[in-house]
T-cell receptor, first 114, second 112 residues
């Protein structure tokens, strides 16, 4: 069953804590992305990776970090430096990087800061 | 600023009616994509239309692209309650890495 998975579905964080969101894909895609979605808003790009061991900042990278040690995995860490982290986080992947290809999305992780 | 902006922000119709959503963008594009999002879920790709295409169909979906007006429309014919979702257009920005930029979406409610 091919696809892209995210865990956990819901995550609660205390202020000052770092948390890591998991994203795994078995589609053999080179490119992976992290987006943030706020209520009633579109998606904003946090980080993207075109290939293993490489990643680039998106439009709102401050307070976030990523790694891409394996092709299948692209975890996102929300650090304490992110001032307003409560949001819905979506991971996506595509065969190759850029906007020329369809992006496949995971089910999302809803992060709430207590 | 967002590249794509959908109009209307919200649309409420009865089952069987057609639903039309519009997307306007600001700069030249290589392609435009439409995605659907059910409440609290991830996005699902619907259609990709390239800048040299004017119209594309997929089942009950019809997408048009007018590059001279920098706009696109998504038409859902004979809507069903299951079509209730948010619909987003996404454009491929130019310059360096060609990433997708999403609009804020149109929230469609189809009533039985």
């Amino acid at each position: 069953d091919g696809g892209i998975t995210q865990s956990p579905k819901y995550l609660f964080r205390k202020e000052g804590q770092n948390v890591t969101l998991s994203c795994e894909q078995n589609l053999n895609h080179d490119a992976m992305y992290w987006y943030r979605q706020d209520p009633g808003q579109g998606l904003r790009l946090i980080y993207y990776s075109q290939i293993v061991n490489d990643f680039q900042k998106g439009d709102i990278a401050e307070g976030y970090s990523v790694s891409r040690e394996k092709k299948e995995s692209f975890p996102l860490t929300v650090t304490s430096a992110q001032k307003n982290p409560t949001a819905f986080y979506l991971c996506a992947s595509s065969s190759f990087a850029g906007g020329k290809d369809t992006q496949y999305f995971g089910p999302g992780t809803r992060l709430t800061v207590l | 600023s967002q590249q794509g902006e959908e109009d209307p922000q919200a649309l409420s119709i009865q089952e069987g009616e057609n639903a039309t959503m519009n997307c306007s963008y600001k700069t030249s594009i290589n392609n435009l994509q439409w995605y659907r999002q059910n409440s609290g879920r991830g996005l699902v790709h619907l259609i990709l239309i390239r800048s040299n295409e004017r119209e594309k169909h997929s089942g009950r979906l019809r997408v048009t692209l007018d590059t001279s007006k920098k706009s696109s429309s998504l038409l859902i014919t004979a809507s069903r309650a299951a079509d209730t979702a948010s619909y987003f257009c996404a454009t491929e920005a130019s310059g360096g890495y060609n990433k997708l930029i999403f609009g804020a979406g149109t929230r469609l409610a189809v009533h039985p």
